[in-house]
């Protein structure tokens, strides 16, 4: 239900422009960086029929560089994210029980719009999972896919919405899928 949500609200994002045409990618090109905020949601299994559910938000920053050819706009960015992705099963919280940050290198790829680029992502996030101590940790790590769009409101700033599903899996014995929805808002140089 939340992802419908968070699909929604990238959607409505989207339509917000006038009557859509494809645009001289350029303004995309070059350096960005930026702040991002947003929520996660997923579930946690450990096997033998233990799962959780997994809520919590985050708040990070990101930064890449774009190249441009016509519409298109491509490039590669990083991004790290301070989380509280906890373990919640009905009315039991296990809020010490988290996923206390990402780091995530993401190939984007996207078509210029109005003053949109709506793109897709492929990449690669790290974890680290936090078992109410903080010396009692694992790494956890996997692929992550997603759409997004950043819509330009000057001359170098932009607003933006991305949605990502990430597999996590790693050196603690459970598999984890998790969809982050974040609000971006960035600059270009």
Known sequence: MTSKIHLGVLAVFLASGTAAQAQDASAWAGPYVGLQAGIGNGSQDYGGGTTYDIEGNGYG??????????????????????????EVDGTDEFPDYNFNHTFDV????GYA?????????????????????????????????????DMI??????????????????????????????LRLGMTF
């Open 61 to 86: 920053v990101f930064g890449g560089y774009m190249m441009a050819t016509g519409a298109w706009a491509y490039g590669v960015e990083l991004s790290y994210a301070k989380t509280d992705y906890s």
């Open 106 to 109: 993401k190939m984007r790829g």
């Open 113 to 149: 719009v109005n003053q949109a680029l709506i793109y897709g992502v492929l990449g690669y996030g790290w974890s680290e999972w936090e078992e109410g101590d903080p010396t009692d940790t694992y790494d956890v790590d996997g692929l992550l896919v997603g759409l997004g769009a």
């Open 153 to 182: 409101v000057s001359d170098s700033v932009f607003l933006g919405a991305e949605i990502l599903q990430r597999g996590m899996d790693g050196d603690y014995p459970f598999e984890a899928d998790v969809t982050t929805f974040g």
